[in-house]
């Protein structure tokens, strides 16, 4: 028995002795505004080296130990900051594979163990060396003074994209893809409306990293940050629209608490985690952030409930509560919005429907219409244009007073007829140079 035992180790040793193979199965590259995502799919975990060369540009990669899937074609010139993306065998184990840039950039790598959508990953950052990737991008300049009120901001933040598609439906709808259609169809809607003006938080198909996401909204000076998403659950009976806003103390609700580590985890993806902060500097931040913050989110996340309540089916009936990474900036009223289950087949059809993505849109924008009529920031144009319903006056005879179309008086304040109620407040149009989009 020990003579065969020796045997059979003898039999194995050039195999023990031999470092196993990474394959990479695929290379997938995003292009943001301010950087490019490149993320190497591999069958295990590889040490890797990387460094940049210059005169020309370009960035090279060695994975030790490693060969290229030759079936998967490398993707090429997909952003601005390639131009070519070249490989070859390396001391005949490892596998290096060359970025050539159009100039300088500064790169970022780490690894990211398997998760219920992905194996393996090496995940690559390319920063353009002329920027700052640290500092959100401008997304809306604050009006010059003379101009007068200012439109109101409200940032629109489609979730997931990239890498990250989200939750995904038995037909094979990514949530990323449903939500930035309802997140575009709701821009355009703002856009449209008289004295607010949309920014998106992503504006194409990348990753946006969560603590980037509010971090934008608050560089543009936002009023409102809406977060949109499509919930996901392993029961497909699972049904219904829901809004969420910040909970001082996490979640409400045993459903809320799975929902918010669902979405709190995508930061990982980003190569971020929020689970390295201990716990005081976790209540100092919520301790500078919330009590009126909340409070104006709790009321535009109520009238946005509402709207989407005559849409379809609710999941719950009020406003949830859960510590969701994307609501917690510190000054800006935020809400979170699970337009639908995209696990529930029903809902998953809906989401892929364009007509139903506008009646979302439009819910979630007769909210938020609701919400500035009642409270519009100081120093907007809702706050400056309003007028206050009295006895005995008409919607045509206020129109006339402010030299106002009726068609346009009744579109900003959404009214289906001309009847009044005394003391209702009343928005007023006004064409000034600020709107200018």
Do not use: C
Not at 317 to 337: M, T, Y
Request: aromatic share 6%.
């Amino acid at each position: 028995m020990k003579r065969a035992l020796i045997l059979l180790l003898f039999s194995l040793w050039p195999v023990l002795g031999q470092a196993q193979t990474a394959r990479v199965d695929g290379i997938r590259l995003w292009a943001a505004p301010d950087n490019t995502r490149i993320v190497f799919d591999i069958d295990g975990p590889v040490d890797h080296a990387l460094f940049p060369l210059r005169e020309p540009d370009r960035i090279v990669v060695d994975l030790k130990n490693a060969r290229l899937n030759t079936n998967i074609p490398i993707p090429e010139a997909a952003s601005p900051l390639l131009r070519a993306v070249r490989h070859s065998s390396r001391n005949g184990d490892d596998l290096r594979v060359v970025f050539d840039l159009a100039g300088p950039v500064r790169p970022k790598s780490f690894l990211l163990k398997p998760n219920e959508k992905y194996g393996h990953r090496l995940v690559i950052d390319l920063y353009d060396a002329q920027g700052d990737a640290a500092k959100p991008k401008v997304l809306v300049a604050e009006p010059q003074a003379g101009q007068g009120p200012r439109a109101i901001v409200v940032a629109i933040d489609a979730g997931h994209g990239g890498e990250d598609p989200g939750a995904i439906g038995r037909r094979g709808t990514r949530e990323k893809d449903a939500v930035f259609q309802i997140a575009m169809r709701l821009e355009r809607q703002i856009r449209q409306e008289y004295g607010m003006r949309a920014v998106m938080i992503r504006e194409g198909d990348y990753y946006v990293g969560l603590k980037d996401r509010y971090a934008k909204a608050r560089d543009a000076k936002a009023d409102l940050f809406v977060s949109i998403h499509a919930d996901g659950f392993n029961d497909h009976r699972a049904h219904g629209s829901s809004v969420y806003v910040l909970s001082e103390r996490g979640a409400t609700t045993a459903a809320a608490a799975f929902l918010a580590e669902q979405e709190n985890a995508a930061d990982r993806i980003g190569g971020v985690s929020l689970e390295d902060k201990d716990d005081l500097l976790k209540t100092v931040l919520l301790d500078l952030s919330q009590a009126a913050t909340i409070e104006d989110s709790l009321e535009v996340a109520e009238h946005v409930h509402n709207n989407l309540a005559k849409v379809g089916r609710m999941h719950s009936r009020r406003v949830q509560q859960a510590g969701f990474a994307v609501l917690k900036s510190p000054d800006v009223p935020s809400i979170l919005v699970e337009t639908a289950f995209i696990t529930n087949p029903t809902e998953e059809n809906n989401l892929r429907n364009p007509q139903h993505q506008e009646k979302v849109a439009r819910a979630i924008m007769r909210g938020i219409r609701a919400y500035f009529a009642d409270k519009p920031p100081p120093g907007t144009l809702l706050a400056h244009n309003k007028h206050v319903i009295r006895h005995g006056e008409t919607l045509s005879g206020i129109a006339r007073r402010y030299q106002v179309s009726l068609h346009s008086l009744r579109q900003i304040n959404g009214l289906g007829d001309d009847t009044l109620s005394v003391g209702a407040v009343l928005r007023i149009p006004r064409e000034l140079v600020t709107m200018t989009n």
